[in-house]
T-cell receptor
């Protein structure tokens, strides 16, 4: 079993829809929960991260972590065509250099 | 800042040839990572350097793969001899520190095709 499982997608939504992306993980030592966005033919870039459980909002993006169920979510409100990309969850332990990347979910927002 | 620079951006080679991928990390960053991305296996960490010293090479798939970091501004990943199954996108990333909330900044990648 992989350490991080991510809904495979792909997802195709109309512009303005809410996009929900999810990951589950098995390592209870994870404390930092990163979301990377990767545009086609580009390198991943950090979108946002949360520490431990709870919610974090950044503009149209909200990241949620439920450590009791080992569940990570990213929500995109009022989705735009520019949000079309692959989203990768990547948790890590506090003092660990390693990021445990999920497989990624490819999202297409139709204009 | 120019970000992480990788070269070449694309490489097409024949099986058995030596391939050298190059990376220039962001100035001042002391951590450097090489990743490989494929559809089947996703993004895999190959090797991690801290202050130019290889700390973890457990992700290097075989002895055919080697990586060096002779100074703080340059690293190479070499495959010799290359095989078709090495075809993938190879990313270099750097960060100011390691662990915690330290962000890894990725380069644009090198798309390698081994025929």
């Amino acid at each position: 079993q992989k350490e991080v499982e991510q809904d495979p997608g792909p997802l195709s939504v109309p512009e303005g829809a809410i996009v929900s992306l999810n990951c589950t993980y098995s390592n209870s030592a994870f404390q930092y929960f990163m979301w990377y966005r990767q545009y086609s033919r580009k390198g991943p870039e950090l979108l946002m991260y949360t520490y431990s459980s709870g919610n974090k909002e950044d503009g149209r993006f909200t990241a949620q972590v439920d450590k009791s169920s080992k569940y990570i979510s990213l929500f995109i409100r009022d989705s735009q065509p520019s949000d079309s990309a692959t989203y990768l969850c990547a948790p890590r332990r506090t003092n660990d250099y390693k990021l445990s990347f999920g497989a990624g979910t490819t999202v297409t927002v139709r204009a | 800042d120019a970000g992480v620079i990788q070269s070449p951006r694309h490489e097409v080679t024949e099986m058995g040839q030596e391939v050298t991928l190059r990376c220039k990390p962001i100035s001042g960053h002391n951590s450097l990572f090489w990743y490989r991305q494929t559809m089947m296996r996703g993004l895999e960490l190959l090797i991690y350097f801290n202050n130019n010293v290889p700390i973890d090479d457990s992700g290097m798939p075989e002895d055919r793969f080697s990586a060096k970091m002779p100074n703080a501004s340059f690293s190479t990943l070499k495959i010799q001899p290359s095989e078709p199954r090495d075809s993938a996108v190879y990313f270099c990333a750097s960060s100011l520190g390691s662990g915690g909330d330290n962000e890894q900044f990725f380069g644009p990648g090198t798309r390698l095709t081994v025929l």
